[in-house]
Structures are given as C-alpha cells and as structure tokens.
T-cell receptor, first 115, second 110 residues
Framework: DAGVIQSPRHEVTEMGQEVTLRCKPISGHDYLFWYRQTMMRGLELLIYFNNNVPIDDSGMPEDRFSAKMPNASFSTLKIQPSEPRDSAVYFC?????????????FGAGSRLTVL | AQKITQTQPGMFVQEKEAVTLDCTYDTSDQSYGLFWYKQPSSGEMIFLIYQGSYDEQNATEGRYSLNFQKARKSANLVISASQLGDSAMYFCAIGGGIIFGKGTRLHILP
C-alpha cells in the first residue's frame, strides 16, 4: 500500500482565495482524521469521519472550513476564503477501527501558506 | 473530554543516555489507549508505541518502552541508549490517536 496520500504537498495562495486539500486514505481503513499543526497551537484535531460520515467536527475553527468524504477513498478539506492565520501544515490520517486502540497512519502533510 | 499534558517543551540529552519524556492525561473513559508518535525534522508522523488502559504489562518496542502508571494518569516514554537519530519532536496521544499533547522536542548531543 502506498500509505495515506495528500495533495498538494505545498500550497501558496493569497488571502481570500479558496484552498482545497485532498487526502486518499489507506484502502480498508474506516476512520479518517484531519489535523492542523502550527507552532503556537500544536497538533489540533479538526474533524474525523467513520465510514465516510463526519463524527466530530467540533475542532473546525469556523464556517470558512469545510470537509467532505464522498467515498471511502477520498476526502477534501476546503478553506474559503483563506486568511493568513490559516497558514499551517494540514495532516490527514487514517486508521482501522476506532476503539481507542487504533494506530493512526499519517500522510506527509500539506503545507499551506496564505499571503 | 480528554486531555494530554506534556510539560517538557525541550530536552537535551547526551548520546547513549536513557531519556524519559513525560506525559500525563485526563479522561473519563474506563477503556482507552495511549500512544506515542515521533516527528523528525522532515515532518512525517511516525507511530512508536501503544499502551491499552487494561494492559497489565508496560508496552515495549525495541528501545522504546512506556512507563504506564494508571493511578497517576501518566504514560511516560522511555528511550534507552539514545541515538543521534532520536532527535525529533515526540507527541503523546490518547484515544484513537485523536487528542495530542503539545509535544517535547528532544535533542541528542554527540
């Protein structure tokens, strides 16, 4: 398996533009997580899905952020409109099971810079 | 709500010495898992070790061991015989890896 695949790896955009980050989880994994990592706030959980259904989106910072998982092999995180404070590394991770013993496999991350 | 606290923002350790990275947690769940992940300067997140709340034995994986003290709600990571390649950020997490601590940056000195 190729692991969790994220794209783009790097994105530089201007304030106000729409940003779409993409994630392909490991085949067969039924949980998918989106995290945001910054120096100030560390690694924050934004949202997670189970069998394509959003379970907890309480970490999504505001309405400018939205996430979808239309099928088991694809998820998107969209920011519209983007702001400089959204600059961060966004990680997608997937796991098999959610019993509390599930090991997350992370993607390489998408580094977003909003000018 | 679950919470992870890592009180050591940074540590410097001489190569070949043992290292203990602190982690305390808070949860109302009776059954839970505790995890440690490593993030080298290249940025990827690497799973190191897992401990279940009902596991009686402390988990070990090669040079990594988890010192689990349930009554104190602590899950410290011990790295034996540290190597230069151990220099990285280390994150403690609880649940399905859902909630992470702020991390500890470990520097191994030659």
């Amino acid at each position: 398996d190729a692991g969790v695949i994220q794209s783009p790896r790097h994105e530089v955009t201007e304030m106000g533009q729409e940003v779409t980050l993409r994630c392909k989880p490991i085949s067969g994994h039924d949980y998918l997580f989106w995290y945001r990592q910054t120096m100030m706030r560390g690694l924050e959980l934004l949202i997670y899905f189970n069998n394509n259904v959003p379970i907890d989106d309480s970490g999504m910072p505001e309405d400018r952020f939205s996430a979808k998982m239309p099928n088991a092999s694809f998820s998107t995180l969209k920011i519209q409109p983007s702001e400089p404070r959204d600059s961060a590394v966004y990680f997608c991770a997937s796991s098999l099971g959610g019993s509390g013993a599930n090991v997350l496999t992370f993607g390489a991350g998408s580094r977003l810079t909003v000018l | 709500a679950q919470k992870i606290t890592q009180t050591q923002p940074g540590m410097f350790v001489q190569e070949k010495e043992a290292v203990t990275l602190d982690c305390t947690y808070d949860t109302s769940d009776q059954s839970y898992g505790l995890f440690w992940y490593k993030q080298p300067s290249s940025g990827e997140m690497i799973f190191l070790i897992y401990q279940g709340s009902y596991d009686e034995q402390n988990a070990t994986e090669g040079r990594y061991s988890l010192n689990f003290q349930k009554a104190r709600k602590s899950a410290n990571l011990v790295i034996s015989a540290s190597q230069l390649g151990d220099s990285a950020m280390y994150f403690c997490a609880i649940g399905g890896g859902i909630i992470f601590g702020k991390g500890t940056r470990l520097h191994i000195l030659p």
